[in-house]
């Protein structure tokens, strides 16, 4: 039995979605309520690695480091996945302290961790590198962590597969609620925490099945409750879990909301271009299409065409992720004369047409705040094309949000946009397209705002959270 304090980490759960099924949901809708509704923002880039490297340590992203920006501006293309170990985070979490203070843990597949380690409680690791590891090792037969259910990831790679798709979400998620299950009723531990995976992708891949304001809902089909239902079936457990322990501290957190990904795109280096921040190689405006440029252009309708016909969600996916061939499709360094260009669409949102972002500038840049300023103040204006509405939410120089050791890894500039539109890399006669690719590949994207939190039997002081603020939650909780 868990003495002190129940945490339940759910990745991607989105306080909006939540209030759109609140009648489905009685017991995460009913602890929102209980709560008034506090907001919790998501770290920058709302991702899930550093998100959840932030509740681990209470550290922002630039303090911990686990980020990753590709500069398409590098000389050489040095687009690397993100690569660490369990290094960045032993001895750092909020379990190892809790141990250092004779605090018991019970950590259940918990993200981020690889091969994990031996801890004063227990641990039972994510799939990796083709295992699943408990500690202490003898419990391991006890738990029998199901390497063929939660190791699955991508096995279903095309759209006439999604019913295996959902199928695999939903045999993840009860393995997931299984072992957090024992964990709780045999564990003597006084803190439990468990991390649930499956909110997150199946946001991904079946937003557009779910939501009839999606330009690419198919009309009424067979996967229209997928997202629902999953969030129920969180839902129940979190019953469970507070019939069970009527008592004892429940805290329940997402590492970052869940929507649309941007339907629509804007081109952000288009206007850097008629700001005069650069320039097209050859100069002009870039209208010119080097024969390299059409020959992109050529591959990446072709690809739309295969993701309309078929659809390959996962597997294109993949390789976007890990291939830079497919990068330097969307985003090449070669577009650009470098020696006139200051300033360039970050990497991150051009890539993944999210609605936030950021502006890198270029090395040879003498004063960077100086002209990180003059480009805020060009660009804090813009409005969307035939509306009213400024484009950007907000729009900083970098070093006045974060200032961690770890800042160099971000561009100078970043954004949020209006949630609508998503940064698009190539230059053209338009700003404003109603129109994008990625969006096809993986319909749900990541949201700043709109985590969630929720407790029972665990008072919250504020209306308005941090990311990094979990972490003192957590350690305020085991305080009294
Ligand atoms: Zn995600």
């Given at each position: 039995?868990i ?6 980490g759910?990745?991607?759960m989105?306080?909006?979605?939540v ?8 017991h995460?809708y ?8 506090p907001?919790l923002?998501s ?5 899930t690695?550093p ?7 209470g550290?922002d ?18 687009y ?61 037969s ?13 096995k ?13 979400f939903?045999a993840?998620?009860?393995?997931e ?11 003597d531990?006084?803190v439990?925490?468990?991390?649930f995976?499956t909110t ?6 079946f937003?557009r099945h ?13 996967y229209g409750?997928v ?5 129920v079936?969180m839902?129940e ?19 970052h ?13 288009e ?10 190689k050859?100069g ?5 299409p080097?024969?390299?440029k059409?020959i992109?252009?050529?591959i990446?309708?072709?690809?739309l065409?295969i ?5 390959l969600p ?15 499709l ?18 991150l949102s ?8 950021g ?13 990180a300023d003059k ?6 204006p ?8 400024n ?5 900083v ?14 561009p ?8 609508r ?7 053209g ?20 705002r ?5 407790t029972?039997?665990?008072k ?7 990311m990094?603020?979990?972490?003192e ?5 085991l305080?009294?």
């Open positions: 039995m003495k002190k304090l129940i945490i339940l759910i990745d991607g989105d306080k909006d979605v209030v759109r099924y609140k009648d489905k949901l009685p995460l009913g602890l929102m309520k209980k709560n008034g509704f907001h923002t770290v920058f880039p709302a991702d690695m998100a959840w490297s932030t509740i681990y340590t550290m992203p630039s303090e911990h480091g686990i980020i990753n920006f590709v500069n398409v501006g590098a000389k050489n293309n040095t690397k996945p993100l690569v660490f170990d369990d290094s960045a985070f032993k001895g750092k979490t909020f379990w190892d302290v809790l141990n250092q203070h004779g605090i018991s843990c019970a950590v259940i597949l918990p993200m981020n961790i690889k091969e994990g380690w031996e801890i004063n409680g227990l641990m039972i690791t994510r799939p990796y590198e083709g295992k699943i590891r408990v500690y202490p090792q003898n419990r391991e006890f738990y029998n962590p199901r390497f063929d259910i939660l190791g699955t990831e991508g279903f790679t095309s759209e006439k597969d999604l019913a295996g798709l959902r199928d695999e939903f993840k998620v009860n393995e609620i299984r072992l957090t299950r024992l964990a709780i009723e045999n564990e531990a006084d439990l925490f468990s991390y995976s997150d992708g199946i946001q991904h891949d937003w779910c939501d009839p304001n999606h330009p690419e809902y198919p009309g009424s089909n067979e409750n997202i629902r239902d999953m969030y079936a839902d457990y979190v019953g469970e879990v507070m019939e069970k322990q009527p008592d004892t501290p429940l805290l329940i957190m997402s590492d909301g869940h929507g649309a990904r941007p339907v629509y795109t804007v081109r952000i280096n206007l850097l271009r008629r700001g005069g921040f650069l320039t097209p050859g002009g405006d870039g209208s010119k080097s024969a390299k059409k992109k252009k050529a990446k309708k072709a690809a065409g993701v309309k016909g078929i659809g996962k597997w294109a996916m993949k390789l976007a992720k890990k291939f830079p061939v497919w990068k330097s969307f985003a090449s360094a070669a577009d650009f004369d470098w020696d006139k260009t200051q300033a360039y669409l970050s990497d051009a890539l993944k047409n999210y609605s936030y972002g502006i890198r500038l270029n090395d040879n840049v003498a004063d960077k705040d100086a002209l480009i805020i103040e060009y660009l804090k813009v409005k969307i094309e035939s509306e009213e509405k484009l950007f939410e907000w729009i120089r970098t070093n006045t949000f974060y200032h961690g050791p770890y800042l160099n890894k971000y100078e500039i970043i954004y949020q946009m209006d949630e539109w998503g940064g698009e890399w190539e230059l006669k338009n700003v404003f397209e109603k129109g994008g690719f990625m969006y096809m590949m993986s319909p749900g994207g990541h949201r700043w709109t985590a969630v939190l929720m029972n039997n665990l919250l002081e504020k209306q308005n959270y941090e990094t603020d979990i972490y939650i957590i350690m305020g909780a305080d009294q």
